[in-house]
């Protein structure tokens, strides 16, 4: 019979009943008739009781106090916080979770247990350290689908998409780990503690990590180090160490300079380009940190008159509205030959109003909520913005109504939406949206497209729609983008480092080159 873990207040009425097995440390912990585990106070993740799935922690949401409690992952153990933030449900706009908000003495204890791990993990042979990671694919793998589940409650995107191996957070950092190998060809020397603000880590090398996840904070990250501590990867002299430490305060202050000289070799960013951009001056340059930074993307599709329609309009809706277009390689921004933009325009506009967007447990949703009130927001007025340009909006927000169940009304829901007659100029085109909207516009010839295609200061992606192979070479040689695709969108090989141009940055690193050369990905189907 599987078994759920209920975490509650403190305060709130425990259930009767009693487990042997639990420790009486953990006071809070009683059964329930139905086999439910009834938590109390946020030392819900002290739980050391073997019978108790670690990753089966999706609370039963009967009212609105019902919420989970995180804590900081730190030197192999479940730390408590003084201070937390709410994390609310996408779907029903409630307070489901309450998250750690680090301050600087956290951060630096994150630190500092890194850099203590450092030595030992570091010293382990490529074939230790695969082993480790390996086992750790293996745990992941047998507990997907309550990452998917988490994954879903916690961002709002829906159960399927979750589900997707190729898509979901963990899903993608499986094959990762498993691409270690215990031979390798050629040796990669750790160089000490990472700061990251992403879930892309170092430790196949032998290097450490302090992990300051997104805000809203996710979930998963808590599911991951759950899985490790449970593999028991940091006792027994396993240093193999993830300092997570949970908040915005913790971003700040590892990325802010106010524990900048600590001993860390390398910052990462994920994230809009106003919180990297000061990664660059305050807490890299002056100590001569490595530096990779993803800033976002505005990613253009180029579709000539020549292209295979019935294969382009359904790839470019899953390419513009995938996720609620929630991923960086969406594209936004759609340059279409004018000879077949009337066209292009009306399919593509019925193509969109046929995506059900919907409760995220809805296995029938194509699409699930927004990740949060502010961004819905944002994203809602970025379409305002584009009416107030002239811009005209053909489906979605302000047009289409949505029907939800009465107990999702409150949730950060938005049908995708798709405007026309907007400039290059125009905010819309200029600013990563990160939402279900996107602009098409009509071009003319080859050069005009390209140039209007490299108009902005991103350059993560771009896809290129045509027959011709010899124009779509061309084509992708002028485009100022790191990874192009031809006639496909999201296909690609994990293997390869991930970059762009301009102000996207570099999230991997650029395997085999030098500063002042670059080799954009170039990828077609099969």
């Known amino acids: 019979m599987r078994k759920i873990l209920i975490v509650r207040e403190a305060g709130q ?33 002290s739980l050391r009781c073997e019978n108790i799935s670690p990753f089966a922690i999706m609370p039963k949401m009967a009212d609105n106090r019902t919420h989970l409690v995180l804590e900081n992952y730190i030197g192999g153990k479940f730390v408590p916080c003084s201070r937390h933030i709410d994390s609310y449900d996408p779907s029903t706009g409630e307070v489901y979770c309450k998250v750690p908000d680090s301050d600087k003495e956290e951060v630096e204890a994150a630190v500092k247990a890194a850099q203590e791990a450092f030595p030992e993990w570091s010293s382990r042979s490529p074939a230790e350290r695969a ?13 997907l689908e309550e990452f998917a589940q988490a994954e879903s409650k916690d961002q709002g995107k ?41 879930l892309h880590r170092p430790q196949p090398c032998g290097s450490g ?43 700040q202050t590892a990325g802010g300079g106010r524990c900048a000289p600590w001993g860390g070799e390398h910052r990462v960013w994920d994230g809009p380009a106003g919180g990297g951009r000061p990664w660059c001056h305050t807490p890299s340059a002056p100590y001569c940190k490595k530096l990779s930074l993803e800033l976002g993307g505005k990613n253009p599709a180029i579709i000539f008159q020549d292209a295979d329609l019935d294969e382009c309009i359904p790839t470019t809706i899953r390419s513009s509205f995938s996720n609620q277009g929630e991923i960086c390689l969406c594209t936004s921004r759609i340059f279409v030959e004018r000879s077949i933009y009337p ?15 919907g409760v995220p447990t809805d296995t029938r949703s194509n699409n699930g ?8 927001e944002k994203v809602r007025g970025y379409v305002k913005l584009a009416q107030a340009e002239g811009g005209k909006v053909h489906c979605g927000e302000g047009v289409d109504t949505l029907d939800l169940p009465e107990r999702y009304r409150d949730g950060y829901f938005m049908p995708p939406t798709v405007i026309s007659d907007v400039t290059d100029g125009s905010r819309c085109m200029q600013e990563e949206i990160f939402g279900p909207v996107a602009c098409v516009l009509p071009f003319d010839g080859e050069e005009e ?14 896809t290129v729609w045509s027959r011709d192979v010899g124009r779509v070479h061309r084509v992708a040689r002028g485009l100022q983008t790191g990874l192009v695709w031809t006639n496909c969108w999201l296909i690609r090989d994990l293997n390869l480092p991930l970059w762009g141009d301009e102000e996207f940055g570099d999230r991997s690193g650029r395997a085999g080159e030098t500063p002042t050369t670059s080799s954009p990905r170039f990828n077609a189907p099969q």
């Open 449 to 462: 497209a390209v140039r209007r295609a490299n108009g902005v200061k991103y350059g993560l992606s771009a």
């Open 343 to 357: 066209e292009f325009l009306q399919r593509f506009v019925e193509a969109a109003r046929k995506l059900k967007t």
């Open 131 to 143: 082993k480790v990671l390996h086992k750790l694919a293996d745990l992941i793998d047998a507990h």
């Open 13 to 45: 009425d425990a259930s009767s009943g009693t487990d042997p097995s639990i420790s009486k440390s953990q006071h809070a912990i009683e059964v329930t008739q139905d086999w439910g585990y009834t938590c109390h106070g946020v030392s819900v993740f």
């Open 209 to 251: 990590w302090i992990d300051q996840p997104l805000e809203p904070p996710p979930l998963p990250p808590d599911l991951e180090d759950r899985s490790r501590h449970r593999r028991g990867q940091h006792g027994g002299g396993q240093a193999q160490r993830d300092d997570v430490s949970h908040g915005l305060d913790a971003v």
């Open 158 to 198: 829906t159960i399927t998409f979750a589900r997707d191996r190729g898509h979901s957070q963990i899903g993608l950092q499986l094959p990762l780990l498993r691409l270690v190998h215990p031979a390798p060809h050629h040796r990669l020397q750790p160089d000490g503690p990472h700061g990251l603000r992403q």
């Open 369 to 376: 909520a927004l990740i949060s009130q502010e961004h819905l």
